[in-house]
């Protein structure tokens, strides 16, 4: 406790001490939430912009959203729509920091061990500070725009403010507990891997909710909501949207219900954020235990590839590339948002009633780009490459063990999702065209990226972030990604050309010829282009390491 010094001319007891009055933690927290998001504003002119652009963006679009729900006031279904919105707002904040952590320095509790505080007072002090921001505010103007649809009569209004003060207490709750419980998985190296692949996350819910708005805009509209709104009523905080509307219809005791069901949850929420933080906050760190067993695991999984692996450079590589793919967190990215689109695209394509097993290229073309800059993901440290090339022998080795570690993930890759194409579409008798050219394709596309990968190298940046292109290397990547997808289709224009011989012809008996010849088409073109590569390799081994080596 701080003590001050009396006043010169002030009569002092014996023994007596003046004390400082100390202040709410709650409003110290509240201080410190408002403290960091204006020293943030200071640190950059540029982070200030974008910063006010957001909340400029962000309010415009929290107006229209606002609107567009007042203007459901009235409507058969607004109750339907209304309560799906908050199930789906909660569902949100309970995935946000697993992705955004980095984004709010008060999301990591465990900078606060070393003060006197009680979890209960902490709670309450963290609840109340995370509250200020731009995501609370949206998030409070859906909800008042949702029970303003909803709410019809005095004792619905009477509800509505309960129900929203319950839903946005829980959203906020549910996000502290989430990120509390998994604080040691956010600070470490599996949470910034978490934070990249959030990118592929919200684009591939991006790609559920354009099919999702584009069944509402046909046939059924709104009404089609009616049945999964019939379960999430009695889903919190669901529940508590839906008392508004069932105050408004008079079932006061339904209302009552579902709005207690939405306080056991929050009340259930800071039970388990309060036992997390205790756990966290009087626990050991045993981070570096686990990364002891983390690497033993790796060097157990090492061990056991490199018997499958060739001996030599070739083989070493490979062991290289594949450990880039398991700890470098944007090569992981790549390679995991081409697998996952790969399959998704003839998935959406098909439910918008567009279904085609042509769409199967996609995985064949996103695994083929991978082979593109290969250098690039070695940045700085291709010097270490670049010590042990001595000859373009050396180079095609080089170059011909990351073509095979990739190889042994695209190729299987590739035959099941163009199996998967075919079985979700129907069409068996398109199977081995499809697989044929799909393979001539990837086998274009590894010659063609292995080209441009010593012709137009380029840096991808390592530090946290999506940017994978170093400033001024733009145009450089761009023409090195179109130059060669345009230049792997031509290569493969003689398979295509022979099955649209094959149809025009009639002989479709013929097509299964395509898989054969396509398999064996695209390891030629493969093998030409690292031929064709490891000479220009050798040759500008330190214009590579330049072009790498930037921002």
Known sequence: MNTTAPLPDTPVAAGSVTTAPVPAVTAVFVRLKLSLLLNGLRQSPGRKSVYVISMILVALFATLQLLGLIALRGNAHAAAVTTLLATLFALGWAVM??????????????RLVMLPLRPTSLVAALLVASLIGIGPVFTLAMIVGSVVATAHGAAAAAVAVLATVLILLVCVALARAVATANVRLLTSRKGRDLAVLSGLIIGVGMQFVN???????????????????????????????????AASDGSYGAAAGELALTAALLAVLLWWWQRSLTRLMTSPDSSTLQAATDSGSTRGDATGQARLVPGGRTGAVMLRSWRYIRRDPKTKAALISSLAIGLLMPVINAVQGRGSIYYAFFAAGLLGIQMY???????????????????????????????????????????????????????????????????????????????????????????????????????????????????????????????????????????????????????????????????????????????????
Request: proline residues 7%; aromatic residues 10%.
């Open 97 to 110: 920091p697993l992705f955004f952590s980095g984004g709010d320095e008060t999301l990591d509790p465990t």
């Open 211 to 245: 099919v999702g708005m584009q069944k509402l805009s046909g046939a059924g509209g709104l009404s089609s909501l009616e049945p999964v709104a019939q379960v999430l009523r009695w889903v919190p905080p669901g529940s508590a949207m839906d008392a508004v509307r």
């Open 373 to 551: 800059n290969q250098f690039g993901q070695d940045t700085s440290a291709f010097w270490m490459v670049l010590q042990t090339i001595a000859s373009p022998r050396d180079a095609f080795a080089e170059l011909r063990g990351r073509t095979l570690a990739l190889s042994v993930i695209a190729v299987p890759y590739v035959t099941a999702a163009v199996v998967f194409t075919a079985a979700f579409t129907g069409d068996w008798q398109a199977l081995p065209e499809v697989l044929g050219l799909s393979y001539a394709l990837l086998g274009a596309m590894f010659g063609t990226g292995a080209v441009t990968s010593v012709t137009f190298p380029y840096t991808i940046p390592q530090e946290n972030g999506f940017k994978n292109v170093a400033p001024g290397q733009v145009g450089i990547a761009w023409l090195s990604l179109f130059g060669g997808l345009i230049v792997g289709g031509m290569l493969c224009s003689p398979l295509i050309a022979l099955a649209v011989w094959l149809h025009l012809s009639g002989t479709h008996a013929l097509l299964w010829l395509l898989t054969p010849l396509g398999a064996v088409y695209g390891a030629g073109i493969a093998y030409l282009g690292l031929r064709v590569a490891a000479p220009r390799v050798a040759a500008r081994l330190p214009e590579i390491l330049l072009a790498v080596s930037k921002g």
